[in-house]
T-cell receptor, first 111, second 114 residues
Framework: NAGVTQTPKFQVLKTGQSMTLQCAQD?????MSWYRQDPGMGLRLIHY???????DQGEVPNGYNVSRSTTEDFPLRLLSAAPSQTSVYFC??????????FGDGTRLSIL | DAKTTQPNSMESNEEEPVHLPCNHS???????IHWYRQLPSQGPEYVIH???SNVNNRMASLAIAEDRKSSTLILHRATLRDAAVYYC???????????????FGQGTTLQVKP
């Protein structure tokens, strides 16, 4: 049982590039979320999903897109990377009565 | 989402009990009190949660005030591995708010001294 798997673990981008951060869970959880964590700060919610085909914005959605075509996958897309998006990104999944399970994070640097 | 207030940092000695406080004066009836912790360079991990009654599990105990406006996470014997940031979070499980999302605050950084 792998839990929540995030890829890649590390990534360096140039300003203006686009990329997709992958997140997959094998626990059949209906809820999935993306967070970012800047140095010395708590996690901030970017986007979340309550099921396949349903997504909504969190606290800091600008510059990011998500989609949820399957229960298992919840990719996060950076449309045009900016240095302000340098952060550690965490994906999480949960279900009714089930605490959130977090992935190990993707460390993203934008030059 | 109701907010929580935690001290920025706390210190403890190894093998001594630790009491981590959390204030949540605007808690609603459908808010569960969740605690997560984040070890260095890792994602957050679930510790414990409760609604009204005190809760115990293998990691910790959660003591909830009778008016639910505050709670305390209790680590019975702190170890060096317990050094982490501890987050107290209110999770609304009542519809239509039952989305699974969590709103994190700054948390309490716990240092454990040998």
């Amino acid at each position: 049982n792998a839990g929540v798997t995030q890829t890649p673990k590390f990534q360096v981008l140039k300003t203006g590039q686009s990329m997709t951060l992958q997140c997959a869970q094998d626990m059949n959880h209906e809820y999935m979320s993306w967070y970012r964590q800047d140095p010395g700060m708590g996690l901030r919610l970017i986007h979340y999903s309550v099921g396949a085909g349903i997504t909504d914005q969190g606290e800091v959605p600008n510059g990011y897109n998500v989609s949820r075509s399957t229960t298992e996958d919840f990719p996060l897309r950076l449309l045009s990377a900016a240095p302000s998006q340098t952060s550690v990104y965490f994906c999480a999944s949960s279900s009714v009565g089930v605490p959130q399970h977090f992935g190990d994070g993707t460390r993203l640097s934008i030059l | 989402d109701a907010k929580t207030t935690q001290p920025n940092s706390m210190e403890s000695n190894e093998e001594e009990p630790v009491h981590l406080p959390c204030n949540h004066s605007t808690i609603s009836g459908t808010d569960y009190i969740h605690w997560y912790r984040q070890l260095p360079s890792q994602g957050p991990e679930y510790v414990i949660h409760g609604l009204t009654s005190n809760v115990n599990n293998r990691m910790a105990s959660l003591a909830i005030a009778e008016d639910r406006k505050s709670s305390t996470l209790i680590l019975h014997r702190a170890t060096l591995r317990d050094a982490a940031v501890y987050y107290c979070i209110l999770r609304d499980v009542g519809p239509p708010s039952n989305t699974g999302k969590l709103i994190f605050g700054q948390g309490t950084t716990l240092q454990v001294k040998p």
